[in-house]
């Protein structure tokens, strides 16, 4: 796939099923390192199988209401997931990643902003939080692109891979503040 | 847990049962200054609720989500003190006093206890600590024990009126942690 065809393709989200995790689990084994930096939990997808099972509890999650997760899809390609958690008195947390090939190109910028919509519209949520470590520039500037308010840095509260930890920005939007 | 003495006359213990009374008698004199801050303490309106509060306190510590101990002044039982949202070595600490002995410095020492508990007892990396903006006499605890502003977090907490207030969020790291 030549990564400059990609803005030209139409940036959807689909319900997740077990049948995505082939593609799911080729995104973050081929970017393995740079996956697991910022999201910890990549370390234990080490083959499909392990993507599939994680997809089957986040689809008993999402039945319970607990959990709230989408496929982001690319055209015809599977690029990423972006999910709500942690819901509690009104507010719930964002998490996203998206593959190599689809960073840097505006799409988790235009995919935050639906699941804005999501969570404001049908969800009834009073606010959404961002939890980013301070070094993980690429995603904060996504929270910057959407208006997300900066509330604090949560020191040494991100567990990392090797047992350390990282300072985290804290973000949020409110309903009120969602256009 | 043990009886932990803070000092010749303030202990910490495990909950009782036959604390119930006692500690209903603290919340019913003064149910609107709490319920200011803590929504239980609309709800708690007989010795019974505060009982079945207890028993489900006892269940929690059993499963290990919940820390939480009883605060007894000259073997009265005055307030609470807890640990939860136990989550990659953080907790939480929650706190409240009988309002005829407050500013006197009782819950700073006790929350002095309960860090040298959850530091070097419960292994904890981090201790966070919310408070509303204008409840200075918890933020003054706080910030006797030297805590670090992270941070305010916005709408954070819900009111019984079903709006949400801001919360300032503090933190404490392991190795900041002295007696």
Redesign the interface.
Known sequence: MKPHFLTALTTHLMTPVVADAPALFALIDQDRPALARWMPRTASIQSVEDEAAFLLTSLERISANQFWLAVIWVGPYPAGTIDLHAFKDGHAEIGYWLGRDFRGKGIMTHVLGIVEDVAFSQLNLNKLELVIATGNTSSQAVAHRRGFHQDGILREHLLTATGSYDDAVIYSKLKRDFH | MALYSVSPTIQLNAPQLSDAPALFACVDADRDLLSQWLPWAATTRTVADEAAFLKYCQERITSHQLWLAVILVADRPAGMIDLHDFK???ASVGYWLDHTLRGKGIMTQCLAAVEEIGFNTLGL??I?LLAEPDNHASRAVAEHRGF???????????TIRGD?RDAV?Y?K?DREFTA
């Not at chain 2, 502003?149 to 907490?157: H, M, P, S």
């Open positions: 990659d070595q953080h990396h981090s966070n670090h502003q992270d941070g305010v977090l916005r709408e954070y907490i819900p949400y969020v933190s790291l």
